[in-house]
């Protein structure tokens, strides 16, 4: 059974940091690009940045780049997020999510599978 498990997630003040993690488990994760979603208050899903199957690959949506940098650790089955300075249009649920094709990581990807979510509120 596929199971992503995002945590990290939390209140910060504009301009902070926070680094969240997805762990993976019931596939091969080294075999597959993975990426980052999220969804704002009232709004749809918005694609984050997507990361090829060795990590040698890298994609971001132009409102986080610069600012956030995806990363995995193919040992630990590990997808991770950096988050630096945060801005309160950054405030959003962010989910993990599988793609059905294992090469594909940019933002018209298909998922199969999502994590739960984890909240991250950005206010003084």
């Known amino acids: 059974e596929v199971q992503l498990v995002e945590s990290g997630g939390g209140l910060v003040q504009p301009g902070g940091s926070l680094r969240l993690s997805c762990a993976a488990s019931g596939f091969t994760f080294s075999g597959y690009s993975m990426s980052w979603v999220r969804q704002a208050p009232g709004k749809g899903l918005e694609w984050v940045s997507g990361i090829g199957s060795g990590g040698g690959r890298t994609d971001y949506a132009d409102s986080v780049k610069g600012r956030f940098s995806i990363s995995r650790d193919n040992a630990k089955n590990t997808l991770y997020l950096q988050m630096n300075s945060l801005k309160p249009e950054d405030t959003a649920v962010y989910y993990c999510?599988?793609?059905?094709?294992?090469?594909?990581?940019?933002?018209?990807?298909?998922?199969?599978?999502w994590g739960q979510g984890t909240q991250v509120t950005v206010s003084s």
């Open positions: 999510a599988k793609p059905v094709r294992a090469y594909d990581l940019g933002s018209t990807t298909e998922y199969d599978y």
